[in-house]
Nanobody, 126 residues
Framework: VQLQAYGGGLVQAGSSLKLYCAVSGGTFSSYAMGWFRQALGKEREFVSGISWNSITYYSDSVKGRFTISRDNAKNTVYLQMNRLKPEDTAVYYC?????????????????????WGQGTLVTVSS
């Protein structure tokens, strides 16, 4: 199973950006997917997750601004990021959980996910 995250870039505060995570191999429709981010010098932190049946989860820091979705026909999970802030600057990673089911607790744990993409850099200037 391979994950490829892309869509990052340099944007101004208040702008929008959409991230993509394309999955190849395995059975995407049965996977739960998550987005995490890691800022320079900080630990990887949970951003958003979506279960196999499209139940969604968000961290408090992005709730109301970011939207996660999936397209099983395209084996892709998306992260629409609106009203971006400088503190959103980080490398964004997508992960896949082959068991498909997330909970409020498990969704935020990096060790819940079996596969990871390489990350895409998002830089938000003030």
């Amino acid at each position: 199973v391979q994950l490829q995250a892309y869509g990052g870039g340099l944007v101004q505060a208040g702008s929008s950006l959409k991230l993509y995570c394309a999955v190849s191999g395995g059975t995407f429709s049965s996977y739960a997917m998550g987005w995490f981010r890691q800022a320079l010098g900080k630990e990887r932190e949970f951003v958003s997750g979506i279960s196999w049946n499209s139940i969604t989860y968000y961290s408090d820091s992005v709730k109301g601004r970011f939207t996660i979705s999936r397209d099983n026909a395209k084996n892709t999970v998306y992260l629409q990021m609106n009203r971006l802030k400088p503190e959103d600057t980080a490398v964004y990673y997508c992960g896949a959980d082959r068991y498909g089911i997330l909970t409020e607790v498990s969704v935020a744990r990096p060790d819940e996910y079996d596969y990871w993409g390489q990350g895409t850099l998002v830089t938000v200037s003030s």
